[in-house]
């Protein structure tokens, strides 16, 4: 039988979709073949026209997961700048939702565990998403730094607080880290280059 064209890519997009949005919920680990292709609305045996292993999925979506983040970074900083960049990210709302959120902050324990060729892609990814957030702040001798230790704070705050969500210290760990961030991201007069 012949389907139309664009079919299978539509297919293999909709399972990345799935994929990353069940990873970030459920873990990698946790988050099995069959659960992904079921929720994609496809049967086990249309996976491998698309995808060689579960690793192969893994890294795939988890691309496709940082580069949409990219993008949302890219637009919020252009828009509202860091400060409300920051605002966002540390948000109840993004804290309750982890499947359609960070994919660092749902997935670096098991991104650690992925073979080299998973791990290196998202070092290229993270190096991408730091340059966005040093490019926004202003301008020190190290921006890029200043830049990974925000990205770190953030994505360190918002694991804390969906460790412990539901409860008061889950609200008070957003706002300290709201806090930390807006802090590292002031210059000090002896850091701004000229």
Same mark, same amino acid.
């Given at each position: 039988?012949?389907?139309? /064209? =664009?079919?299978?890519?539509?297919?293999?997009?909709?399972?990345?979709?799935?994929?990353?949005?069940?990873?970030?919920?459920?873990?990698?680990?946790?988050?099995?073949?069959?659960?992904?292709?079921?929720?994609?609305?496809?049967?086990?045996?249309?996976?491998?026209?698309?995808?060689?292993? /579960?690793?192969?999925?893994?890294?795939?979506?988890?691309?496709?997961?940082?580069?949409?983040?990219?993008?949302?970074?890219?637009?919020?900083?252009?828009?509202?700048?860091?400060?409300?960049?920051?605002?966002?990210?540390?948000?109840?709302?993004?804290?309750?939702?982890?499947?359609?959120?960070?994919?660092?902050?749902?997935?670096?324990?098991?991104?650690?565990?992925?073979?080299?060729?998973?791990?290196?892609?998202?070092?290229?990814?993270?190096?991408?998403?730091?340059?966005?957030?040093?490019?926004?702040?202003? /301008?020190?001798?190290?921006?890029?730094?200043?830049?990974?230790?925000?990205?770190?704070?953030?994505?360190?705050?918002?694991?804390?607080?969906?460790?412990?969500?539901?409860?008061?210290?889950?609200?008070?760990?957003?706002?300290? =880290?709201?806090?930390?961030?807006?802090?590292?991201?002031?210059?000090?007069?002896?850091?701004?280059?000229?």
């Amino acid at each position: 039988m012949r389907y139309e /064209k =664009g079919r299978k890519d539509a297919s293999r997009s909709r399972i990345m979709e799935v994929a990353a949005e069940r990873f970030r919920c459920d873990g990698i680990a946790a988050s099995g073949l069959a659960t992904i292709m079921s929720d994609a609305g496809l049967t086990n045996g249309a996976f491998y026209p698309h995808f060689q292993s /579960k690793a192969e999925l893994v890294r795939e979506s988890m691309a496709a997961a940082l580069e949409t983040q990219s993008h949302q970074l890219q637009e919020a900083l252009a828009s509202d700048g860091p400060e409300m960049a920051i605002e966002a990210y540390l948000s109840a709302e993004h804290r309750d939702n982890p499947g359609k959120g960070c994919a660092s902050a749902a997935l670096l324990p098991e991104i650690a565990r992925q073979p080299s060729e998973t791990r290196n892609l998202y070092a290229e990814r993270l190096q991408t998403l730091v340059r966005q957030i040093a490019e926004a702040l202003p /301008k020190t001798e190290d921006s890029e730094a200043v830049a990974l230790g925000v990205f770190s704070t953030l994505i360190g705050a918002l694991q804390l607080a969906r460790a412990v969500e539901g409860t008061e210290l889950s609200d008070r760990i957003l706002s300290a =880290g709201k806090s930390a961030a807006r802090t590292l991201i002031q210059p000090r007069p002896d850091e701004v280059a000229s």
